[in-house]
Nanobody, 121 residues
Framework: QVQLVESGGGLVQAGGSLRLSCAAS????????MGWFRQAPGKEREFVAA????????KYADSVKGRFAISRDNAEKTVYLQMNSLKPEDTAVYYC??????????????WGQGTQVTVSS
C-alpha cells in the first residue's frame, strides 16, 4: 500500500513558478515510477509528467515540455514537479500517482488527494 500527499500548490501570476511535492509512504516508493496529472474544472484528468524509479527516464506532456521538470528523491520518498513560466491554462488540481512511466491513467494504481494550482493572468 502506498499513500501519497501532495503539497506546494497555490495562487501565482502568469510567468511565475511553483514547485509541487508529493510525499509517499510505503516500502515500494523507491521501486515505483511516479507521475503527475492535472484536472481543470469541467475537463478530464490529463497527464503532465512521469519519472522512472531511478530518475533515469522522464516523460512529459507536450503542453508542459520545456517549462516543467519532474524529479525525485528516493531517500526522502518524495517526487517533485517544478513548474516555470506558468500560464493561466495550467490552472488545475494536480495529482501525483504511482505506477509506470506512462501517460495513461489506468497505468497508475495509487493516487494522492491533489493540490490546487491557480495561475492568474
Amino acid at each position: 500500500q502506498v499513500q501519497l500527499v501532495e503539497s506546494g500548490g497555490g495562487l501565482v501570476q502568469a510567468g511565475g513558478s511553483l514547485r509541487l511535492s508529493c510525499a509517499a509512504s510505503g516500502r515500494t516508493f523507491s521501486s515505483s515510477a511516479m507521475g503527475w496529472f492535472r484536472q481543470a474544472p469541467g475537463k478530464e484528468r490529463e497527464f503532465v509528467a512521469a519519472i522512472s524509479w531511478n530518475g533515469g527516464l522522464t516523460k512529459y506532456a507536450d503542453s508542459v515540455k520545456g517549462r516543467f521538470a519532474i524529479s525525485r528523491d528516493n531517500a526522502e520518498k518524495t517526487v517533485y514537479l517544478q513548474m516555470n513560466s506558468l500560464k493561466p491554462e495550467d490552472t488545475a488540481v494536480y495529482y501525483c500517482a504511482s505506477g509506470s512511466v506512462s501517460g495513461v491513467l489506468r497505468d497508475y494504481d495509487y493516487w494522492g488527494q491533489g493540490t490546487q494550482v491557480t495561475v492568474s493572468s
